[in-house]
C-alpha cells in the first residue's frame, strides 16, 4: 500500500513546495488562490474596456486618464471595507458573505457595461461598480492572508503573499492573449458578457472559507467596547511609528508621479497601428513577467533590504522608460528594431521590474500588521499606495491635455515621456527612510514586541526604520492589482 501511495506523496510534496512555496493544500487556500485568480482573469476586459472607451465613447486620451482615475476611488477607501468587514458581520460572519456580495456585484456590473452604457457619465459610474466589487473580495482575501501570514516562520516569511500574487498573474496570463483575440472576433459588449461569468466564481468560494461565526455573546461585547473606536486607535498606534510611516511616504511619493500610459496607448494603436490581436501578445508577454518576477523575488531577493531594491527601482525603471523615447521617436526603426518586438521587449523588462519592487512592500506590510485590524491596517496601506496612483492617472491627464496629446496629435508626446520618467526620480533622496537592514529580522522583531522596534530602528543612522496592482496602468487593471 505504501508503495503505491509513494509516487502520489512525492507528488504532492513536489507541489506543495514548488507552486504553493511551501503552503498547505486546504481547500481554503485554494479558495482564497481561487479569488486573486478571478482578479486575474478580470484582466480579459481589459483592451475591451480600453477599445471601449476610445471608439465607441470617443474619449481623449486625457479623457480617459482623468476616468481610469475616478474608477480607483474603490481602492482608495479600502480601509472602509476593512472596518465594515472586520466590525459588522453579516448573519454572524464577517468574511464569507462579503465575499457573496462582491462577487454578485461585479457580475452585474459587468453586464451593465455590456447592455445600457452608452456615454462617459455611465461609463464611469459602472466602471466604478466593477471597481468596487473587486476592491470588497480583495479586502477580504487580504485580510485573511495576512491573519495567516502573521503565523508563518521567519523562513516562509513571503511565501504566502508570493503564492497570490503568483496565481493573481497566472490568471492574468491565461487569458492575456485571449483579450485581445476576441476582440479581433467579438465585440466590446461580447466580451464584457463573458467576464461577467467570472465573479459567480468568488460566490463559491466564500463557502470553503473556514470561519466560525461570531457568537452572540461576543458581537454584544463587541459593541460595549466600542470596537470601531478602538480599531481607529489601535490603526492609529500603528500607522504613526516611524517603521511604518516613513517608508509609506516613500513609497506614496514614488507612486504618485504622472505617467503617460492613456496617451502611450492612443499612440500605439493610432499611430502605430497595432491591432487587438497584437496587444494582447503584449499582455501574454506581461502576465509572463510578472510570474517572472514573483520567482525572483522568492528566490533571490526576499532577503535584500526594501532601500537596494526599491532604491535600484526608482532608478531603473526612469531609466527603462526612458527607452520609450525610442519608440515615440520612431528611433527603433532606425537601429533596425520593429515596432512589435521593441514593445514587447521593453514591456517584459519593466513588468518584471515593477513586481519585484512591489512584493516586498505587501510582505512587510501584512507582517506588521497587529491582530484584531488585520484587516483594516493593510487595506489603508495598500490604498495610500492606490491613492497614489489615482493621482499619477490624474497628474497624467492634466500634463497630456496641456502638451496637447490627443488622439491624433503626438507632436508633443516625446517630451510628455521625458517629464512622467523624470518625475520618477523625485522621491530618490528619500531613500534613507527605507531600512538597510534584512527586513525580515526586523519582522521578526515587530512580532516580539512593535514598541521596541519603533524605539530600536530610531537609531539607525539616516532614519534607517522598517516599513505595490499601486493600481496598475489601464482599466481594468484598476481592478485586478498590481502596479500594483
Known amino acids: 500500500m505504501s508503495a503505491t501511495l509513494s509516487p502520489l506523496t512525492r507528488v504532492k510534496k513536489t507541489f506543495k513546495e514548488t507552486v504553493l512555496f511551501g503552503n498547505e493544500p486546504t481547500p481554503e487556500l485554494f479558495a482564497i488562490l481561487s479569488v486573486y485568480f478571478v482578479q486575474g482573469v478580470l484582466g480579459l476586459a481589459r483592451l475591451a474596456v480600453s477599445f471601449f472607451l476610445k471608439d465607441d465613447l470617443g474619449l481623449t486620451p486625457a479623457q480617459m486618464g482623468a476616468l481610469t482615475g475616478i474608477a480607483a476611488i474603490p481602492w482608495i477607501i479600502k480601509p472602509l471595507f476593512g472596518f465594515i468587514s472586520d466590525g459588522l458581520p453579516i448573519f454572524n460572519y464577517r468574511r464569507r458573505p462579503y465575499l457573496v456580495i462582491s462577487g454578485i456585484l461585479g457580475s452585474l456590473s459587468w453586464i451593465l457595461l455590456a447592455t445600457v452604457v452608452t456615454n462617459a457619465w455611465l461609463a464611469s459610474l459602472t466602471l466604478l461598480l466593477t471597481s468596487l466589487s473587486v476592491a470588497i473580495s480583495d479586502v477580504i482575501v487580504d485580510s485573511l492572508v495576512v491573519e495567516r501570514a502573521r503565523k508563518e516562520s521567519l523562513g516562509q516569511a513571503g511565501s504566502l503573499q508570493s503564492v497570490t500574487w503568483g496565481m493573481s498573474s497566472f490568471g492574468g496570463l491565461i487569458t492575456a492573449y485571449l483579450s485581445g483575440w476576441l476582440l479581433e472576433e467579438l465585440s466590446n459588449q461580447t466580451v464584457f458578457e463573458i467576464t461577467a461569468i467570472f465573479p459567480i466564481i468568488v460566490c463559491v468560494a466564500a463557502w470553503f472559507i ?29 500607522i504613526k511609528q516611524k517603521s511604518i510611516l516613513l517608508p509609506t511616504i516613500f513609497v506614496f511619493l514614488w507612486q504618485a508621479t504622472p505617467h503617460a500610459d492613456s496617451a502611450f496607448f492612443y499612440f500605439t494603436t493610432n499611430e502605430l497601428g497595432f491591432e487587438p490581436e497584437f496587444l494582447g501578445r503584449v499582455r501574454l508577454v506581461t502576465s ?7 520567482f525572483l523575488y522568492q528566490k533571490f531577493l526576499k532577503n535584500v533590504s526594501f532601500r537596494n531594491i526599491l532604491g535600484w527601482s526608482v532608478v531603473i525603471s526612469a ?3 526612458m527607452t520609450m523615447l525610442l519608440l515615440v521617436t520612431h528611433t527603433n526603426r532606425v537601429l533596425g528594431i520593429d515596432d512589435h518586438w521593441f514593445s514587447l521587449g521593453d514591456s517584459l523588462i519593466l513588468t518584471v521590474a515593477g513586481q519585484i519592487a512591489f512584493l516586498p512592500i505587501l510582505v512587510l506590510s501584512a507582517r506588521l500588521c497587529p491582530k484584531g485590524i488585520e484587516a483594516t491596517l493593510f487595506a489603508l496601506l495598500m490604498s495610500i499606495v492606490n491613492l497614489a496612483g489615482l493621482l499619477s492617472h490624474e497628474l497624467g491627464a492634466l500634463i497630456t491635455h496641456w502638451l496637447g496629446v490627443t488622439e ?3 507632436e508633443n508626446l516625446w517630451l510628455l515621456v521625458i517629464i512622467t520618467n523624470l518625475s520618477t526620480l523625485l522621491p530618490l533622496p528619500l531613500v534613507g527612510w527605507l531600512p538597510n537592514t534584512d527586513p525580515q529580522v526586523q ?11 519603533a524605539e530600536a530602528y530610531e537609531h539607525h543612522t539616516l532614519g534607517a526604520v ?15 492589482n498590481n502596479n500594483k
Open 210 to 238: 473556514a470561519e466560525e461565526p461570531v457568537s452572540q455573546d461576543e458581537l454584544v461585547s463587541q459593541q460595549e467596547q466600542s470596537l470601531v473606536k478602538q480599531q481607529i486607535k489601535q490603526l492609529w498606534q500603528a
Open 288 to 294: 509572463i513577467a510578472s510570474l517572472l518576477g514573483v
Open 466 to 480: 522598517p516599513d505595490d496592482a499601486t493600481i496598475p496602468e489601464v482599466l481594468p487593471e484598476f481592478v485586478t
Open 443 to 453: 519582522e521578526e522583531k515587530a512580532k516580539e514586541n512593535i514598541k521596541y522596534m
Open 408 to 410: 491624433t496629435n503626438f
Open 319 to 321: 531609466a527603462l522608460g
